[in-house]
């Protein structure tokens, strides 16, 4: 069953990631339309190729989101000065979680010198030598206002810049009114046309949203800890409740993508180590509405029906629409078990992870209050040890794959001399 289409794949991924920062993403559109208008006019790939290749160009400073986090808003910098450390993390990110691994090195190779690069043994040299026209086109008419003149660059010709990419970059900007449309914001409903070409099978969208998890890491490593948590409760109690399959993969993906409005929520609320005031809850709380706002007409209707569902309590004293118990159904009430159980099995900035029988007693008071659904929490308690077994697991792999990310972003940054 298809629960996102392939263009909504990546239209969540750019917008997930504008909830972090804006800047990276908007820029990285702006680029995109200008890489696309480039390579569609050399006339060397197909739509679907070219789709692919937009996408890449969006997020060719995804690294940055990582490497730059406390000085992103100074983008001239991390990309005119200090381009390498994330163009090298934004490859590694690209290469080992993407499913489109093929092009993951023309964000690594985007700042490589012209002469430097034509020496590379690389497919799609062309796409980054257009990423690296295309920005730096964007950043210096964006800085420069009315003073930018975009022949600026024709000294960089043959050595710095590709001289036939400079070419076709001037070609396009004159036939297609690249600057014009861009000021206008025109290029959008372009962009929005160029994504409908993308095609990916069901199992690299489902690379693609858990690759998004990895990304709530950009924010905080706990965030993406959290995420496997709840799915691993999650799908343990779907297989012991016996769910059918198709519940448990729509309970999968609302699981795994429910927390996603958190990363709009300012960091010193999440992690503050005190009791919120009431107007910081009541921001906190918005993380759902933002939630709703990204999910809207991308993914399956179920999915977002669970994954908005997730503070919501049978007794009716959730948020943010204080559903109640027949309102519910089972995948949603799992959900709700779930993010409460990560809630109290892993630290937070105001406490340590709670003991078993701590979670335990909690759970089982939830229950009888009636605002968890005591089915659930009964069904977990019986697994408790199970559980949290495959949880430890998968989290260790979790920490290994950004162990794994870390160590090859510092021999790769050697071999590169960054």
């Known amino acids: 069953m298809e629960y996102i289409k392939s263009k909504d794949i990546f239209l969540l991924m750019r917008d997930t990631l504008k909830l972090i920062h804006q800047r990276p993403m908007a820029h990285g559109s702006r680029v995109a339309y200008m890489v696309y208008l480039m390579l569609r006019e050399g006339g060397r790939y197909e739509e679907f190729e070219l789709a692919d ?34 163009s ?56 420069m206002g009315s003073q930018f003149d975009m022949y ?27 600057f014009e449309k861009i000021a206008s914001g025109e290029y959008k409903k372009e962009l929005d046309e160029i994504v409908e070409y993308m095609i990916f099978s069901n199992e690299d969208k489902k690379k693609f949203l858990e690759m998004l998890m990895y990304c709530f890491g950009f924010r905080s490593r706990a965030m993406v800890v959290d995420s496997i948590t709840t799915v691993c409760v999650c799908d343990e109690l779907a297989e012991s409740m016996m769910l059918p399959k198709q519940e448990r993969e729509i309970l999968y993906y609302g699981a795994l993508l429910h927390d996603i409005g958190m990363l709009a929520i300012p960091k010193e609320i999440i992690e ?102 005591q089915q659930v929490v009964i069904t977990f308690v019986k697994s408790y040890d199970q559980i949290m077994q495959r949880v430890r697991s998968e989290s260790a792999e979790i920490l290994k794959m950004y162990e794994m990310l870390n160590m090859q972003y510092e021999l790769v940054g050697k071999k590169l001399k960054v």
């Open 88 to 143: 090298i993390y934004g490859y590694l990110f690209f290469k080992h979680l993407s499913p489109v691994k093929d092009l993951a090195k023309a964000i690594m190779y985007h700042h490589m010198d012209y002469d430097k690069l034509q020496k590379v043994d690389y497919a799609y040299k062309d796409l980054a030598s257009y990423i690296n026209i295309a920005e730096k086109m964007d950043i210096y008419s964006t800085s």
């Open 272 to 373: 503050a180590p005190r009791k919120l005031t009431p107007e910081e809850m009541r921001l906190l709380r918005t993380h759902v509405q933002i939630a709703a706002k990204a999910f809207k007409d991308r993914m399956d209707p179920e999915v977002v029906r669970i994954a908005l569902a997730h503070h919501e309590r049978c007794d009716g004293s959730g948020y943010p629409r204080k559903l109640k118990d027949l309102q519910l159904n089972l995948p949603q009430r799992i959900l709700q078990v779930g993010d409460v159980v990560t809630a109290l099995v892993n630290e937070r900035s105001y406490r340590q992870l709670l003991p078993k029988e701590k979670v335990i007693g909690i759970l089982t008071e939830e229950a009888s209050r009636k605002r968890l659904k």
């Open 53 to 86: 290749m937009v996408m890449v160009a969006t997020m060719h400073d995804i690294g940055a989101y990582m490497t730059e986090a406390g000085k992103i808003n100074d983008i001239l910098r991390y990309e005119a000065k200090d381009s390498m450390a994330h």
């Open 152 to 178: 600026m660059f024709q000294k960089q010709a043959g050595n710095k810049l590709s001289s036939d990419g400079l070419y076709l970059f001037y070609q396009c900007a004159e036939k297609y009114s690249i």
